[in-house]
């Protein structure tokens, strides 16, 4: 692990890596407003721009990650950057907050894992990435039953048993019915990833996310992917469905593990 | 802002209306941590930076979480 100086010194930024971009489309503006730059090695272009180490050296990193509206903006502009990049050539975007101590050092990378990074951009060259999330919502309390006063402790205890059975039966339902609509999608997808189901406070939903999942869709099979998704969401009585597309194709990275 | 994005709402229902590959909203926040902090290709970086991966994750909704929690509570960023 190389030392890097922390005293206003600056580092090179990586964004992704490109085969086949034209320089002209090169995405214009980096993180903290740098422009972004092309590091040509192997045949493949490195999207960089340079950041100060101030900001992104390894302390302040460190800091600013746990920052939410740091978190944000940074995320944003990587996206931005990468998915620019995305439209013009196959390119593979790489975590972020990956830094180098310079140009060189990024050039040596390309150079050195030349070979994984031709692996990915095979897989994903003229093709993109979509998301699917399904949401259903929450079983309605029922109507038909108990009294406001259990007449006994024994009543009081059956109706919460009931009430229990009724809610593991309508998430087993809304498993099952997720696991379908995957199938269904997966079936025109050239792979696919679950992500974890969303954080209720995070997504800002009251109902179950039933699905997270990420498609990779060749160009052609796009249409009717979401064709697929359209007549699954009208046909699913209870389940709301969210797409959003084209992504990079950040959740296809690794090949099938 | 995050807190727009954080509590959005409402019927986005499949929209499916790809248009040449225009953005169709704004994206959500919790939709880009999820491929921004977990996929894209892993290199060594020439700095320590240990928080990647996993660590990466939690330490990034654990201010996200916050933050919403403090919204909920009627706090005021600065």
Redesign the interface.
């Known amino acids: ?2 030392e ?1 100086r922390t005293d206003g010194g600056t ?1 090179v930024y ?1 964004y ?2 490109a085969r086949d971009l034209d320089p002209a489309a090169l995405p214009g503006t980096g993180v903290a407003g740098a422009p972004v730059r092309g590091v040509p090695a192997a045949g493949l272009t490195a999207l960089v721009s340079t950041v100060r180490l101030e900001e ?3 302390a302040a ?2 800091a600013n ?5 740091w ?2 903006a940074t ?2 502009t ?2 931005a950057v990468v998915e620019r990049a995305a ?1 013009a050539a196959p390119t ?10 310079d140009d060189d ?1 990024v050039a040596e ?1 390309l150079t050195s ?1 030349g070979g ?2 031709a692996e ?1 951009l095979d897989r994903v060259a003229g093709r993109t ?1 979509w ?1 699917v999330k399904a949401y259903a919502a929450p079983a309605p309390a029922v109507q038909d039953a108990p009294p406001a006063e259990p007449s006994s402790g024994t009543a009081y205890l059956r109706g919460r048993q009931r009430e229990q059975r009724r809610r593991a039966d309508a998430g087993r339902r809304s498993a099952e019915l997720a696991g379908e609509l995957h199938a269904e999608l997966a079936d025109g997808a050239v792979a696919s990833r679950h ?2 189901a ?2 209720a ?5 009251t109902d179950v996310q039933v699905l ?1 999942a ?1 498609y990779l869709l060749d160009d052609d099979r ?2 009717e992917f ?1 064709a697929a ?2 007549r699954a ?1 009208d046909r699913l009585a209870g389940i ?8 990079p194709p ?4 690794e090949g099938d593990r | 802002m995050a807190a727009l994005l954080l509590h959005r709402r409402g019927p986005v229902t499949a929209a499916l209306d790809t248009g040449g590959g225009r953005p169709l909203e704004r994206i959500a926040l919790v939709d880009l941590l999820d491929r921004l902090l977990a996929g894209g290709v892993v290199i060594a970086g020439d700095l320590v930076i240990s928080v990647s991966g996993v660590d990466l994750v939690r330490v990034s909704l654990r201010a996200l979480i916050t933050t919403v929690l403090d919204e909920a509570s009627g706090e005021e960023a600065p």
């Open positions: 692990m190389t890097v580092a990586l992704g890596v992104y050296g390894e990193l460190r990650l746990e920052d939410l509206a978190l944000e995320a944003r990587h996206h439209r593979a975007p790489v975590r972020i907050a990956t830094i180098y101590s050092r990378v894992e994984r990074f990915i990435e998301g992500h974890p969303q954080d406070r995070l997504s800002g939903r997270n990420a796009v249409e979401l998704a359209q969401q709301e469905l969210e797409v959003t597309g084209p992504w950040y959740s296809f990275i």
